[in-house]
């Protein structure tokens, strides 16, 4: 099995995000998060040739979402975070479900050692908040020739024109605000990825970029489950919301309830990935 270490290294390329901003959001993540959809998943398959050998790497893995979901198609998987809570809570749930081809370690994208090449890195729902040009450095000399790197994405429920999606950031907007959380996330982030796009930065590092693939799912949300979506956000956790739980809860719940009484919510959610592909490589670095 790989090992996994940490080391030092690195320069910030871009907006800083804090290194702790989902502590204690690792059960919420796991259960209140939709997962990436099959036809995404087959789609990755297809198009990166994966032959059920070979090894993956999940930077940024969170609670091993992706992680679990391919774990059979390779011998070996390795998944590391910097949210040491997140990556017990992934361990224990292996041991769980009864999966042993993963191994997990706790460590920054941007300073983790690895060992050996790998087929297909994978990185979700996270690239945006990496030293990207470290990164994507990083991972084109980890990848065997002719792998690739996938960045996956999925959708947030308030990002919407319907009403109840309107009243939810509204919501959200409130207590950031009264909980003093307005700052957990670093200004201009999205003005940065549109004035420097991902596929810019993986072209200069050496990647040839592939194409950008989207999933719509269908996705229907209660209010319990758009509550613990936003526990396992990164700007309104329970941590950073402190003692306006409750009153969080109670005033989100109040606001949906008056666009859809019945308590159900659909909404259509984009998933997508980015795709390049190492057209060179090394031998990985060891």
Request: glycine share 10%.
């Amino acid at each position: 099995m790989a090992m996994v270490a940490s080391t030092a290294g690195g320069t910030s390329d871009g907006p800083v995000f804090r290194p702790n901003l989902y502590h204690g959001t690792a059960e919420y993540y796991d259960r209140y998060r939709p997962p990436y959809p099959s036809e995404l998943l087959s789609d990755l398959r297809t198009r990166t040739k994966i032959n059920g050998n070979g090894r993956l790497l999940d930077l940024a893995c969170g609670t091993g979402q992706i992680a679990f979901a391919v774990a059979n198609d390779f011998d070996e998987v390795v998944a590391v975070d910097q949210q040491a809570d997140s990556v017990a809570f992934a361990q224990s749930k292996a041991h769980q479900v009864g999966i042993t081809n993963i191994t997990w370690g706790v460590g920054s994208a941007e300073d983790v050692a690895v060992d050996g090449a790998f087929e297909l890195i994978v990185i979700g729902n996270a690239f945006h908040r990496l030293r990207r040009d470290v990164v994507a450095e990083r991972a084109v000399s980890w990848l065997q020739p002719g792998g690739h790197l996938a960045l996956l994405w999925g959708g947030t429920p308030w990002r919407g024109d319907r009403d109840w999606q309107r009243a939810m950031a509204s919501a959200l907007d409130k207590w950031k605000a009264r909980a003093g959380a307005n700052d957990r996330v670093p200004s201009g982030w999205e003005e940065a990825l549109d004035h420097d796009p991902s596929a810019r930065v993986l072209e200069r590092a050496g990647f040839e970029f592939i194409g950008d693939f989207t999933f719509s799912h269908s996705h229907v949300w209660t209010t319990e489950t758009l509550v613990g979506f936003t526990y396992s956000t990164s700007f309104l956790s329970r941590e950073a919301l402190g003692h306006f739980t409750r009153d969080f809860e109670a005033d989100l719940t109040e606001r949906l309830m008056r666009y859809q009484p019945d308590g159900m919510f659909e909404q259509s959610i984009d998933f997508a990935y980015e795709l390049a592909r190492n057209p060179g490589g090394s031998e990985g670095e060891r």
